[in-house]
């Protein structure tokens, strides 16, 4: 095993070495996605932080620019973290970022433009003199107080952002207005906080359209709210579903939606910081999300020479029901979709499985519609299982246990003899007054590497949807040491990150199986082998 290049992604972003984190300022401008992301140069470890930059046609084949933003000024000399951007009216674009001013992590926001705006890659980026644009005010803890917002306008005229923040254990979306963008003023109240979650990192607050799967840019009256934290403290993403008052300017999660580490998550395993854009070209709201290495060690990110990873861009909207958001793969990823298998009304006993052939396993994108006859069988639901403790029953309760109605789904990135697999699949349960769905994807057999010391996370969380019509379907993008899986319909999402050391290349497999009493029935199995991203 060489590695430098074990685990690289075929199709996920990747620059060819070094730390990533969060992606930043996700835009489109005249015909090119623009990607910047926290980036080290230097090493494959946090620090050194730049803003790295690449432009695409289709979100998925990348060219790599030299860097947008590195400290240079007074007003990031120790650091150029998270922004995002805006494209003011007169269609010109404008980066706000957090600026670090001293050795104590002392944060400023400041904004950035492009040089020449007939340069259709916006290389070359310019940080004006009248920088920063805000600075904390004593009320504000000032080491944690960044990450701005895409800026809105409200009807007055003026702009509005908001920054994450912490004030004792309340997490805050402190919201600033401004007339021209240079002059910025604190609004009284922030947008939103909730006690006890811990700081806010990378808030996103975007309108999501009561009906159909188009994105929203203005921030008007007629439409739901989400608010978005990355919260350090679990390092998972949440997010409510919500009102906006505008004459108050301030957010109202609904009663339907938790409001804090219990609450949704964009996704319920390796995903952070991801920040959203509204695409004008094809009407849509794309939310990007970054994955770190769960190699634990260290020194393996420093062996290998590279860390991290930007998932796949996933449109995104409110699903009908208005409690929740649905995310699904940009549909452009389909275009590196090479062989495919297809398998169709397959049925699966207690303990069958069924291997899917000539792909490549390894990098691929698959597709299944499971359905069974009865609901039966489905075990009973503890209700001590709630929402926060999802991973847990999945550790228990994992892919080799036999059950009712489930476990059943796939083995990815299996080797022959199942040494390793990470299996992503549901089990049902009968609760008091209905059914609860868990969907896991379960690293525990993922590796034989460092087998006791290793994070190995049994993910999941419950998936919300009707099962009248006695199906549950899977989509999952496996690529070398991820999988990236969306559960009814992109309902529910889960990426682990997984380092096999059989199952790699073309040792790898992908099976179906079922390990429930309840035969299950693969109505539609579509896979298909993955071509790699260009990233040039
Ligand atoms: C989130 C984060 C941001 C910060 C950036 C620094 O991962 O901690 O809050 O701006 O990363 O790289």
């Known amino acids: 095993i060489n590695i430098k290049t074990v685990g690289r992604t075929g199709y996920h972003f990747q620059p060819p070495k070094h730390w990533i984190n969060d992606p930043n300022a996700p835009m489109y401008f005249n015909g090119y996605y623009h990607l910047f992301y926290q980036y080290n140069p230097k090493g494959s470890v946090w620090g050194n932080i730049v803003w790295a930059h690449s432009v695409s046609k289709d979100l998925i084949n990348w060219i790599n620019l030299e860097p947008a933003i590195y400290p240079s000024k007074q007003f990031d000399k120790y650091g150029t973290w998270s922004g995002s951007a805006t494209v003011l009216p007169g269609n010109k674009p404008i980066i706000l970022y957090t600026g670090i001013v001293d050795a104590n992590k002392t944060q400023v926001q400041n904004y950035a433009v492009p040089a020449n705006l007939s340069d259709p890659y916006l290389r070359e980026w310019i940080k004006p003199d009248n920088n920063p644009l805000i600075v904390p005010d004593i009320s504000i803890n000032k080491t944690q107080f960044r990450d701005p917002t895409t800026a809105w306008m409200g009807k007055d005229g003026h702009w509005r952002i908001i920054m994450g923040s912490l004030r004792k254990k309340r997490g805050l979306a402190i919201m600033y207005r401004s007339k021209d963008f240079m002059r910025w003023i604190k609004a009284k109240h922030p947008l939103h906080s909730t006690a006890n979650t811990g700081n806010w990192e990378c808030p996103d607050f975007f309108p999501v359209s009561l009906q159909g799967t188009n994105g929203l840019d203005k921030y008007g009256e007629d439409s739901k709210y989400v608010l978005k934290n990355s919260m350090d403290l679990t390092r998972f993403e949440y997010y409510t579903v919500g009102t906006y008052d505008i004459k108050k300017d301030r957010y109202i999660p609904d009663n339907t939606s938790v409001d804090s580490w219990k609450g949704l998550r964009l996704d319920y395993g390796n995903f952070y910081a991801s920040k959203s854009f509204y695409d004008p070209s094809k009407n849509r709201r794309v939310t990007w999300g970054w994955a770190n290495e769960s190699d634990i060690m260290p020194d393996d990110d420093i062996k290998k020479g590279w860390a991290g990873i930007q998932l796949i861009p996933r449109k995104l909207w409110l699903d009908p029901s208005g409690k929740q958001l649905v995310q699904w793969p940009v549909e452009e990823l389909e275009t590196l979709r090479k062989q495919k298998f297809q398998l169709s009304n397959k049925k699966l006993n207690n303990g069958e499985m069924v291997e899917v052939k000539g792909i490549t396993p390894a990098q691929a994108d698959v597709e299944v519609t499971f359905s069974f006859a009865s609901l039966d069988k489905a075990e009973p639901f503890d209700p001590n299982w709630t929402d926060l403790y999802a991973q847990d029953v999945c550790a228990i309760k994992g892919s080799t246990v036999q059950g009712g109605l489930g476990p059943f789904g796939i083995a990815t990135l299996a080797s022959q003899n199942l040494e390793e697999y990470t299996p992503v699949f549901f089990r049902v349960f009968k609760a008091q007054q209905n059914y609860k769905v868990l969907m896991c994807s379960d690293a525990t057999r993922s590796t034989l590497k460092y087998n006791e010391t290793m994070y190995k ?80």
């Open 457 to 536: 996370p049994s993910f999941a969380g419950y998936v919300d949807v009707d099962l009248a019509d006695k199906k549950l379907s899977l989509r999952s993008l496996i690529d070398n040491s991820v999988v990236e899986s969306f559960g009814a319909g992109g309902k529910t999402c889960i990426t682990s990150r997984v380092y096999p050391t059989l199952a790699i290349y073309d040792k790898a497999h992908l099976f179906a199986f079922n390990n429930g009493t309840e035969p299950i029935t693969i109505e539609t199995l579509d896979a298909w082998s993955m071509g790699n991203a260009k990233i040039e």
